[in-house]
């Protein structure tokens, strides 16, 4: 008998995915975790990064922001804010967001008023996992 | 006494003016389509995560161990978050709901309460601005073009108020849609959250889940999603009421249009009918003069 994983992952935009997988990686609320087939009863918030999901022997990736993940009777609910295919990820985009962020960065470590800090953070953290997922895993 | 010509040109004036707003209407319906294609699309996620949550929330409660943001204080300030259109033209859409607006804020004052406001949209900014009263945060350009990023912005800033105890409640005042005639203005409690409401399903199966963290501290973490649903839902309703809104406004205005032509035709056609007539009366009274030199 096949065991499968039914994955789904939905965004306020709609569902992004729903499969069957053989695995499923992401980065929970305390670390990166794995999910087999079998997997106990599992609740976890998902931290902006990365989702892969293994079907027939290759890996796919994702790029959540954050959000809520549930395993239960081999299911994975995945709710997250945005979610987006890495093969669908604008490269150009994320560097000048990362620009932007960091600009932004610099000028509120300069004392410049009217600048939200933890906004441009999580801006360049956005933009730093986009592009290394971009840039890393994208078949070329 | 107007000229023929005259006429025929107001009458050009309204046929133009009809062919905007009769294009007018086709876009704020070809629009109000979108928002509520999206509304469909944000409906799995908002009950699916509203389940989850009111689950936790139970779970946590029942130990007795309520995170700060459920929690009820004694209040003193108030933040009145208002949602406008960035645009006019759209009937009484923000009248209505500025008014109910300024109500809120007078009943509130009485009470004794500091009132700060909020606001999204054009529209109340500018309303606002013309009275002089301060304003602690104003967005716009949402409207057209709203992401799920502007809900979560604007419930960190709420958050962030809330948790810093400078303000102690805050109410949200949007139009939600009811449908394309109908919108109704609601004022809605979004901090503190009070209890989590979901659609009740069936029996509540105890499933022991390994929680990581911990439950209340999985619950701290994912309360603010819950109230960037409330906002990004109230935002949305906003934007399909603003469409809707507009498009009858528009289809009004067409039809005003048509009147105006029918009426400003009748007149044209009796002025040229008046002044045939007159030209008549000459031509005979002339005749009638040739005669008589006969």
Known sequence: MENKLKLEVITPYGEVLNEEVDEVYTTGAEGDFGVFPGHCAFMTAIRIGSLSYKKNGQMNYLFVNRGYCEVLNDRVLVLVGSAERVEEIDIERAKAALARAEERIRRAEAGEPDIDYARAQAALERATIRIQLATKLIPK | ?294
Request: hydrophobic share 45%; aromatic share 6%; with cysteine.
């Open chain 2, 1 to 294: 006494m107007p000229t023929l010509r005259d006429i025929r040109k107001k009458i050009k004036a309204i046929q133009g003016t009809k062919k905007i707003t009769s294009a007018m209407k086709m876009v704020a319906a070809a629009k109000l389509r979108k928002v509520q294609d999206s509304m469909l699309r944000y409906r799995p996620y908002a009950t699916k995560m509203q389940q989850v949550l009111s689950d936790l929330a139970g779970a946590v409660e029942a130990r007795g161990d309520v995170p700060p943001l459920l929690l009820r204080r004694p209040i003193k300030n108030v933040e009145i978050l208002i949602i406008t259109s960035d645009k006019g033209l759209c009937g009484a859409f923000n009248t209505n709901i500025l008014r109910v607006a300024t109500k809120e804020i007078e009943r509130l004052k009485k009470e004794g309460l500091n009132v700060i406001i909020s606001v999204v949209g054009r529209k109340a900014r500018d309303y606002f601005k013309r009275r002089d009263i301060s304003l602690k945060n104003v967005w716009t350009g949402i409207s057209g073009k709203l992401q799920y990023a502007h809900a979560q912005v604007i419930t960190q800033e709420m958050i962030n108020s809330y948790v810093s105890e400078a303000v102690d409640e805050i109410l949200i005042i949007y139009n939600e849609f009811k449908s394309v005639i109908a919108q109704r203005v609601v004022v809605n409690r979004i901090l503190p959250i009070g209890r989590i409401a979901s659609e009740p399903t069936e029996q509540p199966v105890f499933i022991p889940f390994t929680y990581e963290p911990r439950a209340p501290e999985l619950l701290a973490m994912l309360l603010p999603i819950y109230i960037e649903i409330q906002v990004y839902r109230a935002l949305l309703e906003s934007q399909a009421a603003e469409e809707a809104a507009r498009m009858t406004a528009m289809d009004n205005a067409t039809k005003n249009c048509d009147e105006l032509i029918k009426k400003t035709t009748l007149v044209a056609n009796k002025v040229r009918q008046a002044s045939i007539t007159k030209e008549l009366m000459d031509i005979v009274g002339g005749v009638e003069a040739l005669k008589q030199n006969e």
